[in-house]
């Protein structure tokens, strides 16, 4: 059955590759993106112009920007079945390199603007009593890495979003999934898209050739599993038609698409589960 999917980030990406996918699936998908006018026009017509997408202008840094393009999907269409929480930005460098400005700016993306967003959708879900909301976050949002901190942290906070509201949601039929890609060539990893990075200048050198030899051995090792594992970005697409394909109930809360991790992030996710099993049944007994 033909579901109305809200998809942040379009404008590249995951974003743009699932609009089309879910599109060609039959759904109807309401394109979000900021600047449909300015730097991204060319990318909002692209859309626009195919069957079952509309491009809607949303800047998930504003309160004002999302709770209007909310509302003007709700007073047209009725409902929202589908939140995909796509839109991000990278960030890599030394942790001591950020200025806390630089931070700030990548959680109103990375986390405020996925809090942003479920504010606006939510209370149009518990009155329909369904809904999903898939947030993608990061094969590594578990754990953290050398140079990407802030970056992965931004991530685990949504993970922690998504897990804690599944359950506070339950009773309304709503349904939280995040999706773990591991390193896909996009935008995001290539540079073509800019991301918050550390940006204190004098400190970063202060740590000298062993720290950037370190972050470029990590980048290269990165960038050769993404080649050595074939990682085609239309993965994450085809991954989230599975999830809005699935029955009511059946969806699991974190659903991994990392063929570089070789099973491990399925293991870990698990591993996760158990222990939290133990945990709650600890503090309940």
């Known amino acids: 059955m033909s579901k109305i999917i809200f998809i942040t980030g379009t404008s590249t990406g995951f974003g743009k590759l699932t609009a089309i996918t879910l599109a060609n699936a039959g759904h109807s998908v309401i394109a979000g993106m900021r600047n449909v006018e300015g730097k991204n026009a060319t990318a909002a017509q692209e859309l626009a112009a195919l069957p079952n997408i509309e491009v809607v202008e949303i800047d998930i840094t504003s309160d004002s920007s999302v709770q209007q393009a909310f509302e003007k999907v709700l007073a047209k269409y009725g409902k929202i079945d589908v939140l995909v929480n796509n839109a991000a930005v990278s960030g890599f460098g030394l942790l001591e390199g950020y200025s806390l400005d630089q931070i700030r700016q990548m959680f109103e993306v990375n986390m405020y603007g996925v809090l942003r967003t479920y504010q606006a959708v939510l209370p149009s879900m518990r009155k329909e009593k369904n809904g999903l909301i898939i947030n993608i976050t990061s094969g590594a ?98 991954g989230i038609l599975e999830l809005v394909n699935m029955k009511k109930g059946s969806r699991p809360l974190r659903f991994p698409l990392d063929a570089i991790a070789q099973g491990t992030d399925k293991e870990f996710i698990q591993s996760r589960a158990d222990i939290k099993a133990k945990w709650l049944a600890a503090y309940s007994g």
Not at 169 to 191: D, F, K, R
Not at 193 to 205: L, M, Q, R, T
Not at 213 to 232: P, S, T, V, Y
Request: hydrophobic share 40%; no cysteine.
């Open 141 to 238: 949002s578990g754990h953290t890495l050398p140079f990407m901190v802030p970056y992965l942290a931004s991530k685990f906070v949504v993970e922690s979003i998504t897990e804690g509201a599944q359950d506070e949601l339950a009773a309304y039929g709503i349904e939280n999934v995040s999706i773990q890609p591991g390193v896909y060539p996009t935008e995001m990893t290539n540079g073509a898209k800019a991301g918050f990075n550390a940006d204190k200048e004098s400190i970063v050198a202060e740590y000298g050739e062993e720290a950037t030899e370190k972050f470029n051995a990590l980048g290269q090792a990165l960038f050769g599993k993404m080649a050595q594992f074939n990682m085609n970005p239309q993965t994450i697409a085809d």
